[in-house]
């Protein structure tokens, strides 16, 4: 696909005073930390930390982008992360809401909602080498909602949707990947679940690469004409 400029390039409050409580739990992975998160700036300080899991209590309003350069699950826990400004800026390589890049590994789980504003971002992409597993949750972007730029992306479910269209190819781009990067296998998306609106992940643009995880296929929603969800082939 194509790389978009920002019409087609690439195309709360706290808590409580005192309180940003962390915890520790036990997964079936081991002992994992977390750090509880209620407005922006505490956000983006739990993004820089060290604890393995950041989960939101409020919905955010981010005032600038999130870049993730570590390994960190975000749980959404049911929240919103939205943007009322503008934080497109080529110059600067500021396409997304959240992007995860370098030595990037991030989760995103926990059945919220990211939110761009209209005809402004995306909202995840990965640069640089970032890694990135989406479980669920809704998000809402536009051109593309995930972008490989540089990278490995996983969506395992989730709900996908655009608000700005690209003129040239419509819905096309709602999952997308950076073409010199991807023909040099330097960025991925591979799709085992989730719903896509008006896009058909079984027949991307990219000539011969296949979106769906091997053993996964794309259908349509049940009374929807434009609407597809992915599930593993009985």
């Known amino acids: 696909?194509?790389?978009?400029?920002?019409?087609?390039?690439?195309?709360?409050?706290?808590?409580?005073?005192?309180?940003?409580?962390?915890?520790?739990?036990?997964?079936?992975?081991?002992?994992?930390?977390?750090?509880?998160?209620?407005?922006?700036?505490?956000?983006?300080?739990?993004?820089?930390?060290?604890?393995?899991?950041?989960?939101l209590t409020e919905d955010i309003d981010l005032q600038e982008q999130i870049v993730v350069n570590?390994?960190?699950?975000?749980?959404?826990?049911?929240?919103?992360?939205?943007?009322?400004?503008?934080?497109?800026?080529?110059?600067?390589?500021v396409w997304s809401v959240i992007s995860v890049r370098g030595n990037g590994d991030a989760t995103i789980t926990g059945e919220g909602k990211i939110q761009t504003k209209e005809n402004d971002s995306y909202c995840i992409d990965v640069m640089a080498g970032g890694k990135l597993i989406i479980e669920n949750g809704e998000f809402i972007g536009n051109i593309s909602s995930v972008y490989a730029y540089e990278g490995d992306v996983l969506i395992k479910g989730g709900t996908y949707s655009i608000q700005q269209l690209s003129s040239e190819y419509g819905y096309r781009l709602l999952i997308n990947l950076y073409d010199v990067k991807r023909r040099e296998e330097k960025a991925n998306i591979k799709i085992s679940g989730g719903e896509f609106k008006n896009f058909d992940p079984s027949n991307p643009m990219e000539e011969g690469y296949k979106l769906l995880e091997e053993g996964y296929e794309s259908k349509l929603v049940e009374g929807s004409t434009t609407d597809y969800i992915v599930t593993k082939i009985a």
């Open 1 to 55: 696909m194509k790389k978009n400029l920002k019409k087609e390039f690439i195309a709360a409050t706290l808590l409580g005073a005192l309180i940003t409580p962390c915890i520790i739990f036990t997964t079936g992975c081991g002992m994992e930390s977390q750090v509880q998160v209620a407005t922006y700036e505490e956000l983006v300080e739990a993004i820089k930390g060290d604890k393995s899991v950041v989960c």
């Open 70 to 93: 570590r390994k960190v699950k975000i749980d959404l826990n049911g929240k919103t992360i939205s943007v009322t400004n503008d934080i497109w800026n080529e110059d600067t390589s």
